[in-house]
């Protein structure tokens, strides 16, 4: 089946790194998205990670993605106030349509 | 990237009016659009696909009959909810794709629902 998990909450200082986690089903998803949400606003894409890649760095973002056990993490640095937001973990599972995790929920206290 | 634009960003209806949202690709054509439903402080729904020239794929649960969905050129697909009622209240929100399979989908800015 298809199904995305990912922890609910997470709260960090500003200037740490932050690390979501999400673990995926279905090792069919060619791409791996990673997705932001701020209050009342829609989709903004941050990053993605093609399957056959263990590891994606753009900027302050670094994606690791371990197939075999179907994780996905993405590690934000120098975490800012301006970074919190719900972050999404998407799988697409035979390329076609996207399937978002809950979303985890950034607090970046100052 | 490329744009989706979504129309209107909010909207207010009675109970029993129908509603339609619309979801537009600006620089590139869509082959497929995806509506999504998000409640509150939860994830995001896909509701149904829709192929442009052909009749949606709805998820289950989904009611095909309350929630109309049409896309009838490469640029634009509609979703009308129907004889709407407050627990349709909720923020829809679409994504678009050139390709059917293996392209990135661009996401519109949503649209929030309340139904009074």
């Known amino acids: 089946g298809e199904d995305v998990e990912q922890s609910l909450f997470l709260s960090v200082r500003e200037g740490d790194s932050s690390v979501i986690n999400c673990t995926y089903t279905d090792s069919s998803s060619t791409y791996l998205y990673w997705y932001k949400q701020e209050p009342g606003a829609g989709l903004q894409l941050l990053t993605y990670?093609?399957?056959?890649?263990d590891m994606k760095q753009d900027q302050r973002l670094t994606v690791l993605l371990n197939k075999k056990d179907k994780h996905l993490s993405l590690r934000i640095a120098d975490t800012q106030t301006g970074d919190s937001a719900i972050y999404f973990c998407a799988e697409t599972p035979g390329g076609f349509k996207t399937i978002f995790g809950a979303g985890t929920r950034l607090f970046v206290k100052a | 990237g490329a744009v989706v634009s979504q129309h209107p960003s909010r909207v207010i209806c009675k109970s029993g009016t129908s509603v339609k949202i619309e979801c537009r690709s600006l620089?590139?054509?869509?082959?497929?659009m995806f509506w999504y439903r998000q409640f509150p402080k939860q994830s995001l729904m896909l509701m149904a696909t829709?192929?442009?020239?052909?009749?949606?794929?709805?998820e289950q649960g989904v009611e095909k009959d309350k929630f109309l969905i049409n896309h009838a050129s490469l640029t634009l697909s509609t979703l009308t909810v129907t004889s709407a009622h407050p627990e349709d209240s909720s923020f829809y929100i679409c994504s678009a794709r050139e390709g059917r399979v293996n392209t990135e989908a661009f996401f519109g800015q949503g649209t929030r629902l309340t139904v009074v």
């Open positions: 620089d590139f054509q869509a082959t497929t």
């Open positions: 829709s192929n442009e020239g052909s009749k949606a794929t709805y």
């Open positions: 990670i093609f399957s056959n890649m």
